[in-house]
């Protein structure tokens, strides 16, 4: 039990210790910032950092999240070293732990760029969107609200697809004995709409394997489960891209097996945790992943350009 002392000194104590961060390459100040090395994992410090690249002459700071220095070792192994992922999951519910929004980093004109790099269109649910308006006279954001078209949205179709999926994972890692590295809370973030796929129909399987055995309500956590990097190849647009497969990583049917003689024994469901917690879901935070995975936005001065209507 936490002593209330801390609450009544103004402590929330809400923020998720998260240590690292697991991503897809790392941006690269030759390709003005963009992810570049996509075909290995890089484990990075969950804060941000200054990072500047060059712009029409000019130094730009674009951010990034640096390398972690305790995973040195596995940063600097060969490629084919780095393309798999072993992990638990240690959170109860899938809400908990898989986290899936819509978000658009720019959308052009007559749209303005935000100016902290945040993304200018954003929906949690896919049926209400967020877009950024630009800043009032007295300086505060104006962000517009609408029904979002999801699938038909003109941002979402192939010859202007500027709304991606924004995904979070967090977990335990897992490593082999002789890799002496350390295992902080850990959160994936990813931006490919066949790695949301492939996590999700993961979970999916896992929920109609507990009811398969007889379990209305169960835990995930424990959940063993491996994270494997790909290269998948689209002929017609003559390019390669990353896709990460998720897949349990050992008996299923024992993992549940176990927590049904656990239930027997207690008579009880399980407490099942709330949902995620709130500071993990702060704006900053989640705008950082996104700056993260994405090339990088420099944002233009929003009193060059009137502000658009809503719609």
């Given at each position: 039990m936490?002593?209330?002392?801390y609450e009544?000194?103004?402590l929330?104590g809400?923020r998720?210790p998260?240590g690292a961060?697991?991503r897809?390459g790392?941006?690269m100040?030759?390709?003005?910032g963009?992810p570049?090395?996509r075909?290995?994992?890089y484990?990075?410090e969950?804060i941000?950092s200054?990072?500047e690249?060059?712009?029409r002459?000019?130094k ?11 995973f040195?070792a596995?940063n600097?192994?060969p490629p ?6 072993r992990?638990?999951?240690?959170h109860h519910?899938?809400v908990d732990?898989w986290?899936v ?7 052009g004109q ?12 954003y929906?949690?649910d896919?049926k209400?969107?967020k ?6 006279e ?6 517009g609200?609408g ?9 979402r179709?192939s010859t202007?697809l500027?709304?991606?999926p924004l ?6 890692p897992?490593?082999?004995?002789d890799k002496?590295l ?5 959160r ?7 790695t949301a796929?492939?996590?999700?129909g ?6 109609e394997?507990a009811?398969?055995f007889?379990?209305g309500q ?5 959940l063993p ?20 497969t998720m897949t ?7 993992f549940?097996?176990?927590?049904r003689l656990a239930?027997d024994d207690?008579g009880?469901?399980?407490?099942i945790a709330g949902?995620l917690?709130?500071?993990e879901?702060k704006a900053d935070?989640i ?7 994405l090339p990088?936005?420099?944002?233009r ?6 502000v658009?209507?809503n719609g």
């Amino acid at each position: 039990m936490i002593p209330q002392t801390y609450e009544t000194l103004g402590l929330k104590g809400d923020r998720v210790p998260v240590g690292a961060v697991l991503r897809i390459g790392r941006k690269m100040a030759q390709h003005s910032g963009a992810p570049g090395e996509r075909d290995r994992f890089y484990i990075v410090e969950p804060i941000e950092s200054p990072f500047e690249i060059q712009r029409r002459g000019k130094k730009v700071d674009v951010g990034q999240r640096a390398p972690h220095p305790d995973f040195a070792a596995f940063n600097s192994a060969p490629p084919e070293h780095r393309r798999v992922i072993r992990g638990n999951i240690v959170h109860h519910r899938v809400v908990d732990c898989w986290q899936v929004r819509l978000s658009a980093q720019v959308l052009g004109q007559p749209f303005p760029t935000h100016p902290n790099r945040r993304p200018g269109c954003y929906s949690e649910d896919g049926k209400t969107y967020k877009r950024y308006l630009g800043d009032s006279e007295t300086g505060e954001e104006m962000w517009g609200e609408g029904p979002c078209p999801n699938r038909l949205c003109e941002y979402r179709q192939s010859t202007n697809l500027k709304c991606k999926p924004l995904c979070r994972l967090w977990f335990l890692p897992r490593w082999e004995r002789d890799k002496y590295l350390p295992q902080p809370l850990m959160r994936y973030v990813t931006s490919s709409w066949n790695t949301a796929e492939n996590i999700t129909g993961l979970f999916n399987h896992v929920d109609e394997q507990a009811r398969s055995f007889g379990l209305g309500q169960y835990s995930l956590f424990g959940l063993p489960f491996i994270l494997n990097l790909s290269q998948k190849t689209d002929r017609r647009k003559g390019r390669v891209y990353p896709v990460v497969t998720m897949t349990t990583d050992g008996d299923l049917v024992a993992f549940f097996r176990r927590q049904r003689l656990a239930l027997d024994d207690a008579g009880t469901a399980p407490q099942i945790a709330g949902a995620l917690e709130a500071a993990e879901n702060k704006a900053d935070i989640i705008d950082a992943d996104a700056a993260e995975i994405l090339p990088p936005v420099v944002p233009r001065s929003t009193t060059e350009r009137g502000v658009p209507k809503n719609g």
